[in-house]
């Protein structure tokens, strides 16, 4: 009798340790199965199919990042961009900046193409327009001429794409008032609710959400644009709100009236222009803050002559490269055309980070000289743009 009672006993120890067993088997099974996904998975990447990404993109530093971030709405023939925010950080030096900008402001200079003015709206559609399926990389090209700023990441969320990331991590209207103390503005300026939106997004983000609803984070390839990896894109939510806590932010929100003004359309109506002037001041005052320190200290004075036939390409880049943090202290058109852009340096050694700025902002389009053009310049870095950037204003 001892005998068939010991004998069950130990087929009940047995059973028990198969279920043990089987449990911790579909548990490996299941974070096998997540890693996997989190790893292989890939959002499109408009930018790279096209090779549009040497000069729509440039290239973070380790410690200097800036990511955009572009929200559609609505469908159909009603689909728009509705808010663009771009998120500046340097942890090393433990200071940020956020930049939102609204969907219905106004940007002049594309009468050429269009007629008039358009709304940064309907960037997509404006490109979508002019050459099929380049809508994405044409509203990045426009958004970089409209900030003068040159994004190193992106993330383009389409209309379902954001439902999709309610889908996921819960319900995002509203606004995260938790997070207001933690920003700062120049000249008292005022932080509208939309401002806080990525606040929100980021705050509702969950990786046990990932874990429950793997479905719906493989539906994310298809409905989100970006140029990071699918781990980096994740990353950027996990440590959004972090890094706005553990850094000095400043905020800019350019639906506040002192950055834009107000004009008639010419369809009748009034519609308001980004103010590019008080926006560059406001801008430029914050930048030094978050470029790297070795930028910095190499206090470059940049000058850039425009022989490219492009009107206003001078300036255009000339804005870009100031608002990375270099010193432009003059552009004007080249005493003649030139074929091929050309950049003069008097010291390599000597301006090595504004160089590598300048490259970034000309995308490596160019022959480099160490030394002067023949006309006469004061700068460290003189550069005289060529015909060969007009593949930039082409897509």
């Known amino acids: 009798m001892r005998r068939k009672n010991s004998k069950k006993k130990q087929i009940h120890i047995n059973w028990s340790k198969t279920l043990v067993y089987g449990f911790l088997l579909l548990l490996v099974l299941f974070f096998s199965t997540y890693l996997v996904i989190i790893f292989s998975a890939k959002l499109g990447d408009p930018t790279k199919q096209n090779g549009s990404h040497q000069y729509l993109l440039s290239k973070s530093t380790e410690d200097f990042e800036k990511t955009l971030v572009v929200m559609e709405s609505g469908s159909g023939s009603d689909r728009k961009i509705s808010e663009i925010y771009l998120f500046l950080t340097n942890p090393s030096k433990k200071e940020s900046i956020l930049i939102y900008v609204p969907g219905w402001t106004y940007f ?71 997070y207001r103390e933690y920003f700062k503005t120049a000249d008292s ?131 870009k490269i100031e608002n990375s943090g270099c010193d432009v202290v003059r552009y004007e058109n080249a005493p003649s055309t030139a074929d091929r852009t050309v950049v003069y340096v008097s010291n390599k050694d000597n301006y090595k980070n504004s160089l590598e700025i300048v490259t970034e902002i000309l995308s490596g389009s160019f022959d480099l000289v160490e030394g002067r053009p023949a006309f006469m310049t004061t700068g460290d870095i003189v550069v005289v743009l060529g015909k060969d950037i007009q593949q930039m204003y082409s897509f």
């Open 108 to 178: 002049s200079g594309l009468e050429e193409d269009f007629g008039n003015s358009i709304a940064l709206s309907s960037f997509r559609y404006a490109g979508d327009f002019l050459q099929e399926g380049r809508g994405v990389e044409y509203a990045i090209w426009q958004i970089g001429q409209m900030l003068g700023i040159k994004a190193d990441k992106y993330i383009w969320f389409s209309p379902e794409g954001l439902s999709n990331y309610a889908e996921i991590y819960g319900d995002f209207s509203g606004v995260e008032d938790k």
């Open 189 to 319: 300026d005022l932080l509208g609710d939309s401002f806080y939106k990525l606040n929100m997004l980021a705050s509702k983000y969950s990786a046990i959400d990932n874990m429950t609803h793997l479905g719906s984070i493989l539906k994310m390839q298809g409905l989100v644009f970006s140029n990071m990896s699918f781990r980096q894109y994740l990353s950027f939510w996990e440590t959004f709100n972090t890094k706005i806590v553990k850094t000095e932010t400043y905020g800019i929100d350019l639906s506040y009236y002192r950055y834009s003004t107000e004009d008639l359309s010419s369809t009748g109506g009034q519609i308001r222009y980004l103010n590019t002037i008080e926006f560059d001041t406001v801008y430029r005052n914050l930048i030094s803050k978050v470029v790297d320190r070795s930028l910095e200290k190499e206090r470059v004075r940049v000058e850039v002559y425009n022989g490219s036939g492009v009107a206003g390409a001078a300036k255009q880049f000339g804005r």
